[in-house]
């Protein structure tokens, strides 16, 4: 029977066709299994997953192997991208037995969903020590008819010992300046003095972290304005250092999911959208006024070729998200796949070593067009940020971009009575609930949007999808609960506070929560932001690689709050008329002056954020015909100004 040739997930889509009896996750699967008293296979991966590829082809292709499997199993295909929190369960469990957890994910599991083994690839033949796929299913077959209670125990024991973990103390107070300067002095102590990044091989982005290093919060008071320059220092040579790297497709300008040598060479080339979103974002933050000037316009004639710039890297990564990622519908998708035809050949990689023009004959890498909320909350906040920090006609068509996928995700994943809806492929919804990570991603982006264009709209629609996350001890907790099936057969975990390629679900809500009371919609706000913080703050100085999404938020928490409002007069209705000289360098001005949150409105918008709640925004306005600048510090604001030269001055 197959079961997986109308689900929404394209990676179970491309397993339809296996011999393997597949069942997608649900609890027809584990009551096949209780029926037949047997083991369960847990198969975990994603549709641009390369070795996913691979063992799908040696073993779930193989007629004999699968028929072993159905006979002796109960075979379960999970993507993780489509239930994230099935992903985190069973590989909390696979951290029993292994070191170097990762994708496929393989478990082997009781009727019940308990895993009493697992590890991740497995060959066809055994290879240096790790076993061939088909002595596992043998010996699993044999241990589960001759030495069932063994197997049993085992199972309980890991149980058992997630449920202790869950409860571990990773609470702490909120790091001040020294303790967010020793999280710096431990990422420097880090890096790879040669190649750049941290670490060896294999070596990732860890965009969260740079994330941190250049967050301005760092640098917002006399005692941490050395470590400050410090982290932003470390996270130019680490983009500088990726980005002029084979980790980096110089055509379509976007980055790789990893390298798995120490000088960034030999990639694994799936592009994901969360990599190259909080690249972009990165990138945004670290450009300053003289990289926009000085990067000439795309249609430029080539010169000597030079090192990408900064803002090199920045327009790259914006032309392909919008170029390759962006779909018809407007979304984002989730993953590009590493995998290709060249010439009819099947290549791992061939694509990106042709030039733009041998591309053209060539067809791209497929995406994975699944689109998820929280991911797509990424991307919408990356390009609105970029849009906003660049300007002019790039930065337009980044907010435009920016539009169309907000306009996408809240039209078909938001329902009519608030709910959001994780998933969807092609204007189907998927039955995932929406986690944590997707109502704080998306909340993010919103914001981001609403800061870029300067309305309130999607400012209101954040702060809905937020009060939806807020729990009535003023925490976090998705509003559809726990995997069913997880939470059935107490296999669901707190969400995972800890970060790898993404902050997680618990960073991006208090994220998104903190900058909704920087914009005046009310101190609960941010109290939810320190709650949420302190819940790691104990670990995360410890930790800095894996914390880096919430140490920038302390940083943010720990810094003194500027907000700076610039409110220009309402166009008029003659269209060729035009803001005043004085306003269009006041505009200038507000963009590059340091503030934690800055908005750049017109009287209507004003006025629209003051009536939705947003108390930054009361009374602000333009002054007699010329645009006026609101520079406060923790809502208390100096007077009006109305030249680029006085607000400069402000903040001396």
Known sequence: MNRLAAA??????SHADNPVDWYPWGEEAFAAARERDVPVLVSIGYATCHWCHVMARESFSDPAVAAYLNEHFVAIKVDREEHPDVDASYLAAASAFMKQLGW?????ATPEGRTFYAGTYFPPRTVQGVPAFMDVLVAVTDAWRERRAELDETAGAVSEALAAASVAQTRGDLPGAVELAAAVALLEADEDPVHGGFGG????????????LCEPGLAGSATAAASGAAGRALAERTMLAMGRSPLRDPVEGGFFRYATRADWSEPHYERMLTDNAQLLRVLAELLTEADVAGRPPATAPAAVPQPPTLADLAAGIAGFLREVMQLPSGGFASAQDSESPVDGVRSEGGYYALSRDERRSQ?????????L?????LAIGALARYGAVVGGADGDVAVVAARRAADHVLGLHLRADGTLVRASLGGEVSEAVATLEDLGMLAGGLLDLALATGEASPAVTARALLDSAIAADGGFSPPGGADPVLAARG?????DPSEGATPSGLTACADAAWRLFALGAGDAYRDAAERAMEQVAGIAVQRPIAFGGSLALMARLAAPLVQLVTVVPDPAPDAAAVTPASGDELVAETRRHAASVTAIVTDAQARAFAAAGFELFEGRTSIAGEAAAYRCESFVCALPVRSADALAALAD
């Open 201 to 212: 091989a294999p070596k990732f982005p860890v965009a969260p972290v740079l994330a941190f």
């Open 363 to 371: 067809p791209p890498p497929a995406l994975d067009d699944k689109v």
């Open 491 to 495: 296999l669901a975990l707190p969400d």
């Open 373 to 377: 909320a929280g991911w797509n909350g």
């Open 8 to 13: 929404l997930s394209p990676y179970l889509r």
């Open 104 to 108: 496929p994910l393989t478990a082997l």
